[in-house]
C-alpha cells in the first residue's frame, strides 16, 4: 500500500516518542484505562499522532465501557485503512490512519445504540486531540 505520508522506519523513530511509535507502527496496544483521552469530553477534532490526518469528530464519541477511547464513526470514510487481523487467534478488524499506514487500534460490531452499530476502538497515544476554539 502507498501512503500520501510516507517515512522510513528511521525517520518515524526520531519523530515518535518509544511509546507512539510502537503504538502507531508497531501495532501495540496501550493497556486498558490509561489513555489520556478516554475521558477526554470537549468538542474538538481527533487526529493521527503520527501525521496529523484528521480521524475523528468529538460528536461521534462515546463510551463504550471498553477502556479505550471510542467512536462510531470516522471524520470520511476514507480517512481509515480497514485491514484483516487474524493475530492473537482471532479475527478483528485493523483500523490504520488512510495517510500514513499507522496502527489506530480495531474496530468492532457491536457499538450498540450508536447510529452505525460500530465501535472504533483507538489507543490514545495514536490521537493527537485538539478542542474546538469557542468564537
Request: glycine share 10%; with cysteine.
Amino acid at each position: 500500500m502507498s501512503y500520501s505520508v510516507d517515512k522510513t522506519p528511521e525517520q518515524w523513530r526520531e519523530q515518535l516518542d518509544p511509546d507512539r511509535f510502537a503504538v502507531l507502527r508497531q501495532a501495540a496496544t496501550e493497556r486498558a484505562w490509561t489513555g489520556e483521552l478516554l475521558d477526554e469530553s470537549r468538542a474538538g477534532l481527533y487526529t493521527c499522532g503520527a501525521c496529523g490526518a484528521e480521524l475523528f469528530r468529538s460528536g461521534t464519541k462515546f463510551d463504550s465501557g471498553c477502556g479505550w477511547p471510542s467512536f462510531y464513526e470516522s471524520v470520511r470514510p476514507e480517512a481509515v485503512e480497514l485491514i484483516e487481523d487474524d493475530s492473537l487467534g482471532m479475527v478483528r478488524t485493523e483500523v490504520r490512519c488512510a495517510a500514513c499506514g499507522s496502527h489506530l487500534g480495531h474496530v468492532f460490531p457491536d457499538g450498540f445504540g450508536t447510529p452505525t452499530g460500530d465501535r472504533y476502538c483507538m489507543n490514545s497515544l495514536a490521537l493527537e486531540f485538539t478542542p474546538e476554539t469557542e468564537e
